[in-house]
């Protein structure tokens, strides 16, 4: 992926990461270089290095989250920034704060970048144009989650070497998720053909105009498919309502081993996390020598990393 | 008001370069009695070729091959947080260095801060039996108390000059070493 060539990178200039919308296609390749290099400081006996030494990084969850705050903090951690860890519950918000005076009671403790999750799109772009620090969108309602679909696009290239001309099918709650919008935006910039998959309750009308094909079965989408995306059903954000049973669920669209011969011999399966073993995937493929999942968390680290590093350079040249 | 950088002076050309190289690969194994041990790295981008032709010099002289690592420094420099935009990271290629006698290899020794930020990176990786410094051209203007073992050309230079090496490698076209001289542009 690094290339030795003395040929002019693209230069990174945003102070914050709201989406994968906003990227070009060389600004999400410097990331997944970037991300390469970073890669190997967790195989060194001290995996840390002092990039971001003096830097602080704010944490503010408002929604639940293991894999992604984890992933940051260690991330942060590796570069040597000074983290803190802020989430909804135990905050002041629970006293009736607004986003808005929270952040800019964060701010006050000069920050350099904040890593924000909220329950509604847009909330990482509202604090990136009202602060000064670089915000990086860590999953905003069901718009977007760019480090995801940055770590995901990490791992397709780590698996198959390239990204274009790859068939890419997405099952599942594709309306609720923003792991999703933000894969469909990476993968068609880069040049793959994306096939959405899920029950029509679940599909977004006009999906089509994001440059993705529309499959109502689990079947279409499978066939000679190079990669295999599974999606959770988001139950907190309705989407138990959009089929009768679990059990009815997993026979259209979960996906079991003899499904999975329909994709290519050497296809990956993802899967973003968290997995409801049973429902969109079973135990069987989660776990098999097909799986991808638990790179995709290792890589998540470097990817984030790759942001962190990228987005603290351009922020230093705004002030 | 912006400078641009014109060529003032070619100072070594390949045949020359070539013979620099081959005393430095001499004074290494002489130095370090041999090859036990030693490992070259090259410090991205230029330290690289100068790191391999050492290697390859070497080991023709001994008769036994001598491993070359590759360092990127970006991750340590101490100007991160002045200079703007983040230059590109590239990957570090190390052998394990544990008891090793590295040499640290670079074109051009100038402020010592480069060499200041490989001697961090090495330390996150191992702890070297020693460490010692090969530069092609050392053009004077230390900021820091670094000092190389093994120096191709002492060459006086002003803070308005600047020195450029080039390899087959990593620039195409022949060995050179060229002073370029820094002049206004209207």
Redesign the interface.
């Known amino acids: 992926m690094?290339s030795e060539s003395?040929s002019a990178?693209v230069?990174?200039?945003k102070k914050d990461l709201l989406g994968i919308s906003d990227l070009s296609a060389g600004e999400i390749q410097?990331i997944l270089?970037?991300a390469?290099?970073?890669q190997?400081i967790e195989k060194?006996?001290?995996k840390?290095?002092?990039?971001l030494r003096?830097k602080t990084v704010i944490n503010l969850f408002f929604e639940a989250s293991t894999r992604t705050r984890s992933s940051f903090e260690i991330a942060e951690k590796r570069?040597s920034a000074d983290t803190l860890n802020f989430s909804a519950s135990g905050s002041a918000l629970e006293k009736g704060e607004s986003l808005i005076d929270t952040a800019m009671n964060l701010e006050a403790m000069a920050p350099d970048m904040i890593v924000i999750r909220h329950k509604h799109p847009g909330a990482p772009h509202l604090l990136a144009r009202r602060l000064g620090s670089g915000v990086i969108n860590a999953g905003d309602g069901a718009h977007e989650h760019p480090t995801q679909a940055l770590l995901d696009a990490f791992t397709i290239l780590q698996k198959k070497g390239r990204i274009a001309g790859l068939k890419v099918a997405i099952v599942g709650d594709i309306g609720h998720s923003r792991v999703v919008r933000s894969n469909i935006h990476l993968l068609t910039k880069m040049g793959a053909r994306v096939v959405v998959a899920g029950p029509r309750t679940l599909m977004p009308v006009e999906i089509e105009k994001m440059g993705v094909e529309v499959a109502y079965t689990l079947e279409d989408a499978l066939r000679d498919a190079d990669v295999v995306m599974m999606l959770r059903i988001q139950l907190e954000r309705g989407g138990g309502t959009a089929f009768p049973s679990v059990r009815e669920y997993f026979q259209m669209f979960g996906l079991s081993k003899p499904r999975l011969s329909l994709a290519k011999d050497d296809a990956i399966i993802m899967h973003p996390g968290p997995m409801n073993r049973g429902v969109e995937i079973s135990s069987e493929v989660a776990d098999g020598p097909w799986s991808v999942i638990l790179e995709q968390v290792a890589n998540g680290v470097a990817v984030r990393m790759a942001v962190l590093?990228?987005l603290?350079?351009?922020h230093?040249?705004s002030r | 008001m912006q400078n641009k950088l014109t060529p003032k002076a070619t100072i070594l050309d390949a045949p020359e370069m070539a013979r620099i190289v081959r005393r430095m690969a001499g004074e290494i194994a002489e130095r370090n009695r041999g090859v036990k041990d030693l490992l070259l790295i090259g410090i991205r981008t230029r330290g690289v070729p100068l790191a391999e032709t050492l290697a390859a010099e070497i080991g023709r002289m001994e008769g036994h091959p001598v491993p070359v690592g590759i360092l990127?420094i970006t991750?340590?420099r101490d100007d991160?947080?002045?200079?703007?935009?983040?230059p590109?990271?590239?990957?570090?290629h190390l052998p394990p260095i544990d008891g090793a006698v590295v040499v640290l290899c670079d074109d051009v020794l100038y402020t010592g801060r480069t060499v200041r930020a490989a001697l961090?990176h090495l330390v996150?990786?191992?702890r070297p039996r020693a460490v010692q410094l090969a530069v092609l051209i050392d053009r004077g203007h230390r900021e820091l108390p670094i000092q190389a073992d093994f120096v191709g050309r002492v060459v006086p230079t002003s803070a308005e000059e600047s020195v450029e090496v080039a390899f087959p490698s990593?620039?195409g076209g022949a060995e050179q070493v060229r002073i370029l001289e820094r002049t206004p542009v209207a």
């Open positions: 690094a003395n990178p230069r990174w200039t410097l270089d970037t390469l290099s970073l190997a060194r006996p001290i840390k290095v002092p990039t003096g570069l590093y990228l603290s350079g351009a230093e040249e | 990127d991750l340590y991160l947080s002045t200079i703007g935009q983040h590109l990271v590239k990957e570090t961090d996150d990786y191992g990593t620039d």
